[in-house]
T-cell receptor, first 110, second 113 residues
């Protein structure tokens, strides 16, 4: 599975959009981009995933560049409860495990 | 919603004890996983199972065993707990086919004294 690069930390003001970047320049054609988050002392929570089209659900939007070498997770109106570590992972569909890196620690401030 | 539950949120055991960590999922998922998470080391895969009675070693299986007698239940066993097995243990499940998940349980924080 391809590796990902994320900034170690980011801040965001409450109510503003949080844009979390991820680089995955070695991604293969059959690898999906997944995003998870982990709030302190809890299990990782699935957020969203995509292959090449942009995706949106009730939690977030995922924007994948046309060359698929990077993506951005967007939390449209960040709240204090969105403070967490966010993980970007790329993997082949059906692959039997997820490889988590260090992620980005997002702090939402009042 | 997918639900993955783990038997305990916090557990304290003594060195040498046999420890059972239970995980149950309610979405008829074929795949189930056990990870441990330690500061600075991230999540590491211990074992996974893609079917009842089937198991595969992950990256760090030493000192652990697993049991999957029913599709919904995946147990992690520490045959003789040691202090270096103090960690957060996370269970997850996913469908065999399809791209969603895996979905994680809340975790069990195990302390071995």
């Amino acid at each position: 599975d391809a590796k990902t690069t994320q900034p170690p930390s980011m801040d965001c003001a409450e109510g503003r959009a949080a844009n979390l970047p991820c680089n995955h320049s070695t991604i293969s054609g059959n690898e999906y981009v997944y995003w998870y988050r982990q709030i302190h002392s809890q299990g990782p929570q699935y957020i969203i995933h995509g292959l090449k089209n942009n995706e949106t659900n009730e939690m977030a939007s995922l924007i994948i560049t046309e060359d698929r070498k990077s993506s951005t997770l967007i939390l449209p109106h960040a709240t204090l409860r969105d403070t967490a570590v966010y993980y970007c992972i790329v993997r082949v569909s059906g692959n039997n495990d997820m490889r988590f890196g260090a992620g980005t620690r997002l702090t939402v401030k009042p | 919603d997918v639900k993955v539950t783990q038997s305990s949120r916090y557990l304290v055991k003594r060195t040498g004890e046999k420890v059972f960590l239970e995980c149950v999922q309610d979405m008829d998922h074929e795949n189930m996983f056990w990870y441990r998470q330690d500061p600075g080391l991230g999540l590491r895969l211990i074992y996974f199972s893609y079917d009842v009675k089937m198991k595969e070693k992950g990256d760090i299986p030493e000192g652990y065993s697993v049991s999957r007698e029913k599709k919904e239940r995946f147990s992690l066993i520490l045959e003789s707990a040691s202090t270096n097995q103090t960690s957060m243990y996370l269970c997850a499940s996913s469908l065999e086919k399809g791209t969603g998940g895996p979905f994680f349980g809340p975790g069990t924080r195990l302390t071995v004294l």
